[in-house]
């Protein structure tokens, strides 16, 4: 039988053995009762084989098939195949149970992949059900799959029966598993498939027995930690499906207020026994309860957006969230395990660096809890979604946000549908903030004692990191209460505060003390701080005061202010902050260093500090052997020195700060306690207190040594001076031998492992951005999409200056002035460091939106420049812009990267030689380049390059041309062409002209109205010459095929074409139309016909006759080039005569 070629063959040939499938099944049926057991089995397999052969064909079969004929059939073969299995394991009398569970799994798996297209097939769902009462049944009623053999082991050792009746009936080698491995078969399932196997899991009375091992753990077996740890983390995997929350993790079954248990015996079991392996156990609770709470905010976010919006705005109420009054996790659960973990070893002074995960835990717990937007709420799935450790896996989970309304999805919505979307993101986000506030206030009570205790461990940590994260979190908890008075109500206890109604009457005076002129003096060597002699509770306290008002700065920053100066200790925090400095411990130096930086950013503390200042207190932390005390001081004096204006014209002072950020890169997180360095650090901290501006940032307050180092730097690397300094190689007075230079020292850290995760990576993003370009372009760059430019701007500001003014700005500029040579200079410095390389390793490990948008914009600038887009290329900023994804529904922020690393491909490969690249490379590119150009949001500019970029890989080869064919390039192109700047349009239409002569470009070009624009194009070539110059190019290119030839001569107006551009006088345009002309007369006919009836003829003699003769050319002085365009015009109207005749 011929059955034709293709997909309609392949077709044909499944359904014959499906055809054949169903003999045999019939065959084995009968054979059934005739008992006739072997040439039953013998006629399942051929059953078997044949649908194999059916599904491999229909696998075969093209996107040209109906989708729904194909369905059928393959939902035909699937149940067959599924009926065969379940057949051969209740009759074959050979097989043990693996074999029979081996069938059923696979009939199982076959009738849900039937069930996913066609869920009301009651035959497959009958057997599917029937399946699964089998499956029950081997084994003796609980199954033998490796879940139910692995939960049969551990429920028989739970109770110390190895020799139980269910544990009895696994295999030798079952029984051999120890505990651990048992626990190792639950995650690895987890880890192959998708909810069934954690539905199995919960099916199988999984919860209370994996509940059980995690409160008390294995009886009599040595690996008990591991084991309720691995425990724990599979109840967090199964936990990351909704059907097994809603079947299995109930209340009951899964309770917090059990887990809160857990974390606290832990706790306190730690400060009797010290067992390392209980922090594991507490943070793997931590991450469980994280799910949980991430579970409710997802099904109350679907409660809010599962709903369509109808076109007049009303809301569809027939669509029902499963299990919507899922209880959500009790707050007193949530106080309780953060708590603990926050006191986690606490009893001593101090909590060890390597104790810290538990604290951890218990902020990102706190985080999840409090959250208070959809990004919030993205931003807590993502920590619940990564793994804790390589056996805590899970699936990822969609993006909160996206229920969020992009401007593009409002363009096909009414504006009913726009107003009732807005309505409900605000519902649900003052909802969200209502419950967050409810929490807030609950775990900062004095009766819950949630904020003490993470200000206890605070001030007892010497985890310098971690008391700056839970600073971060503490403000972050503060910033979501609106009023102010609200915040001081809560925190007055905490402060020491018996009225948090001080201070209103002075809150719109100016600070006490200037610091216009804000010097320090520089002390003897030989002086000693006070030491507080007191007891330590009370050094305690104020460490713990401290603390909270650095973190009410950070958040909260009037809040803070206040507290600085009336809130703390009733009005005595200034004093109780020198006293802290003067203490002599390093942890509480560390929180006043923390507390002086986080003040110099607020205007309203920064008065406060000139106290310090002038006594020369602050140099007591400049000068600490203590890198982290010694930096955070360092930023204050920077901040104070914007403020106050006291930098000074004198570069001198500026270099001596930049010395100081170049040491602080050097510094290890520790401190260096060499004394030779803190002579120096004494020497530069007299001139690092007299200068730097800064932009107020509380970021520095998440920073080590390290980070303070290059925020230091990016407030000073704005200066041309410095940007010199830095890309020429610029190294300390002093320096030791084996020390880099600033900018090898910055590469390094960039390159560094995981540094794009790093707190630091947005400073040295920001760093590498600006030593990439000049101030004048940063000012031209901010007047984008403003009604007035820079230079308009300017002259507004300069009619209200006087003339001194004016030459005072006018010397200031002179000197600040940062050529465009010089910033190439500097770009081709910064290629040959390996700068590209360092921003590479920064966006691998990024997930900072913010860091990323500085990366690839840096990336770009440099791209800027021509000569080192080559070195990029090598050094992977090509590939990584080509590998950033946001997914299919990207917010603002994400659209903005995706626009600025595809703005970058586009600015690498305008001028790079396809032909250097990799096939990926050139193939990846244009599907990027041609969204950008897609892209409404882009400037011209990028339209511009990316046209550009794309005329060059589409003039390289088939391969490319086929790829913007497939990425649906054309129809892009075309409406590129019709961009408001001319430039643009000229680039689209060279984009399209090098796509010829692909058959769909032909194609596209003989369309009547298409055909009508080109030609429209090259008639306006007194408005745009470049563009009618492509355009007519482009019909020389395709006109030697002879149906684009007669789609041509039909034009109405092509006769106006062609005697319009002979008589233009644009050489370049009448060397185009002869070359068209002369193609159309070697067609003959009808095209011969055309040109004929346009006068060609009789205009190239005449033309012929009167510049044949060079002495009639001299009049018109031509350039060189001119006269090379003249003879190729004259040769061809020669062709054209010759032709003719």
């Keep these: 039988m011929n059955c034709g070629e293709g997909s309609d063959r392949m077709r044909m040939e499944s359904t014959l053995f499906s055809n054949r499938a169903m003999c045999h099944l019939k065959i084995a049926e009968t054979n059934s009762s005739t008992n006739k057991n072997d040439d039953m089995q013998q006629s399942l397999k051929g059953c078997i084989e044949d649908c194999d052969s059916a599904l491999d064909r229909l696998d075969l079969v093209g996107g040209d098939s109906s989708s729904s004929n194909n369905n059928n059939l393959r939902g035909k073969v699937l149940y067959r195949r599924a009926k065969a299995l379940v057949t051969s394991s209740q009759t074959n009398i050979q097989s043990n149970d693996d074999e029979k569970e081996k069938n059923l799994n696979a009939a199982a798996k076959d009738l849900l992949q039937l069930l996913s297209f066609d869920a009301n097939n009651k035959e497959a769902a009958a057997l599917l059900r029937a399946v699964r009462s089998l499956h029950g049944q081997i084994g003796g009623g609980m199954g033998r799959s490796r879940i139910s053999r692995a939960l049969d082991l551990l429920r028989g050792r ?6 139980n009746t269910i544990a009895s009936r696994n295999e030798d080698k079952d029984n051999n598993m120890d505990n651990l491995t048992c626990l190792r078969v639950l995650q690895g399932s987890l880890a192959e498939e998708s909810s069934s196997y954690a539905d199995e899991i919960g099916r199988r009375g999984g919860v209370h027995l994996l509940m059980q ?14 084991c309720r740890t691995a425990a724990i983390h599979i109840l967090s995997t199964c936990c990351s499906h909704d059907s097994f929350i809603l079947k299995y993790a109930g209340r009951d079954s899964l309770s917090p207020s059990v887990l809160a248990q857990i974390v606290e015996e832990e706790a306190s079991s730690l400060n009797n026994s010290n067992e390392e392996g209980s922090v594991d156990v507490s943070v793997a609770t931590m991450a469980l309860l994280i799910r949980l709470i991430v579970h409710w905010d997802n099904r109350e976010a679907m409660r809010y957006f599962a709903s369509k919006i109808k076109e007049d705005g009303t809301i569809e109420d027939n669509v029902v969230v499963r299990a919507i009054d899922v209880p959500e996790v009790d707050a007193s659960s949530v106080c309780r395990v953060a708590s603990a973990a926050f006191l986690w070893g606490t009893n001593g002074n101090t909590i060890a660096i390597g104790d810290s995960r538990a604290p951890r835990a218990a902020l990102d717990l706190l985080a999840a809890w409090t959250a208070t937007d959809l990004e919030a709420l993205d931003a807590a799935s ?11 896996t899970g699936p990822s989970c969609k993006k909160l946000s996206h229920n969020k309304l992009r401007p593009e999805e409002t363009r096909n919505m009414k504006p009913r549908q726009v107003a009732a979307h807005r309505k409900r993101e605000h519902e649900y986000k003052l909802s969200t903030t209502k419950r967050a506030l409810q929490h807030i206030h609950t775990f900062c009570s004095e009766e819950t004692g949630g904020l003490d205790a993470m200000l206890t461990c605070a001030a007892k940590t010497d985890d310098h990191r971690l008391r700056r994260e839970m600073g971060l979190q503490i403000g972050r908890l503060v910033s979501v209460i609106e009023e102010s008075d609200d915040v001081k109500k809560l925190v007055s206890k905490a402060l020491g505060c018996s009225n948090w109604k001080i201070g209103h009457e002075d809150e719109n005076e100016a600070g006490a003390t200037s610091l216009s002129t804000l010097t320090i003096e520089e002390l003897d060597e030989e002086k000693d701080g006070d030491v507080s002699d007191g007891n330590e509770d009370e050094l305690l306290v104020k460490m713990k005061r401290g603390q909270l008002t650095a973190s009410l700065l950070i958040g909260k920053s009037d809040v803070g202010a206040w507290a600085l100066k009336h809130g703390w200790s009733d009005g005595n925090g200034v004093d109780e902050l020198k006293q802290l400095i003067s203490s002599n411990d390093s942890r509480a130096m560390s929180i006043a260093s923390e507390l002086v930086s986080a003040a110099s950013s607020v205007e309203k503390s920064r008065p406060l500090l000139a106290k310090l200042v002038q006594e020369g207190t602050l140099e007591d932390l400049l000068v600490h052997p203590n890198a982290d005390v010694r930096s955070g001081a360092a930023s204050c004096a920077a901040k104070i020195g914007l403020a106050s204006k006291a930098l000074s014209e004198d570069d001198s002072e500026v270099m001596a700060l930049l010395d100081i950020a170049i040491e602080l890169l050097f510094e290890e997180d ?3 306690n060499d004394s030779d360095g803190k002579s120096k650090s004494k020497q530069k901290a007299i001139e690092l207190s007299r200068s730097l501006p800064q932009s107020v940032s509380s970021s520095s307050s998440e920073s080590t040594s390290m980070d303070r180092g290059i925020e230091v730097m990016t407030y000073i690397v704005s200066k041309t001076f410095v940007k010199e300094k830095i890309v020429a190689g610029y190294k300390p007075d002093g320096s030791p031998p084996d020390h880099k230079s600033a900018l090898e020292r910055l590469v390094e850290i960039g390159c560094a492992p995981n540094s794009g995760d790093a707190q630091m990576a947005f400073g040295l993003a920001g760093i590498f951005n600006l030593l990439a370009v000049s101030m004048e372009t940063l000012r031209k760059e901010a007047f984008i999409g403003k009604e007035i430019t820079k230079d308009q701007y300017d002259q507004l500001q300069a009619l209200g200056k006087t003339e001194e003014e004016k030459d005072i700005e ?18 081709r410095k910064l290629a040959n460091a390996n700068v590209p390389r360092a921003m590479v390793k920064l966006l691998e490990g990024s997930t900072s939106d913010s860091t990323q948008e500085k990366l690839f914009e840096g990336m770009g600038r440099m791209a800027s420049e021509q000569s080192v887009r080559g070195i990029m290329i090598q050094q992977g900023c090509l590939t990584t812009c080509l590998q950033i994804d946001k997914g299919e529904k990207p917010n603002e922020a ?13 600015k690498l490969l305008v001028t790079t030689n396809p032909s250097i690249l990799t096939v990926s490379q050139r193939s990846g590119s244009i599907g990027p380049l041609l969204k950008l150009v897609k892209d409404n949001d882009a400037t011209d500019l990028m339209h511009f390059e990316a046209l550009l970029s794309l ?12 790829r913007v064919v497939a990425q649906k390039g054309i129809p892009i192109l075309s409406y590129a062409m019709f961009s408001d700047h001319e430039m643009v349009r000229q680039a689209a239409t060279e984009a399209l002209l090098n796509m010829i002569p692909h058959p769909n470009m032909m194609d596209y070009l003989k369309k009547e109205d298409n055909l009508k624009v080109w030609v429209a194009f090259a008639l306006d070539f007194e408005a745009n010459f470049a563009c009618a110059r492509a355009a007519v190019g482009c019909l020389a290119m395709a006109v030697p095929d002879p149906e684009f030839a007669n789609a041509l001569v039909a034009c109405p107006k092509f006769g106006e074409l062609v005697r319009t551009l002979m008589e233009c006088g ?25 040109v004929i009836s346009t006068g060609t003829g009789q205009f190239c003699k005449a033309y012929l006759e009167s510049y044949h003769d060079e002495k009639n050319v001299k009049e018109f002085n031509f350039t060189p080039a001119e006269r090379g365009s003249l003879a190729a015009t004259l040769s061809l109207a020669k062709e054209i005569v010759t032709l003719l005749s």
């Design 1066 to 1090: 644009q050489l370049e345009l009448m060397h185009r139309i002869f070359a068209v002309v002369a193609s159309l007369i070697e067609h003959g006919g009808k095209c011969r016909d055309a």
């Design 158 to 163: 739970m109770t110390n029966d190895d020799d």
């Design 951 to 962: 005329t060059n890989l589409a003039g390289f080869s088939d391969e490319t041309k086929n």
């Design 894 to 906: 994400e659209q903005k990267i995706l626009r600025l690393a595809r703005s970058c491909i586009a």
């Design 670 to 672: 520790e401190g260096n």
């Design 810 to 827: 006018a010397k200031k500029d002179a000197k600040e002035e940062d050529t465009p040579a010089a910033v190439r200079e500097r770009i």
């Design 382 to 392: 993502d920590a619940c979604y990564a793994p804790s450790s390589s056996s805590a």
């Design 213 to 226: 091992i995690a409160r008390r753990g294995i009886v009599s077996k040595s690996d008990d930690t591991a």
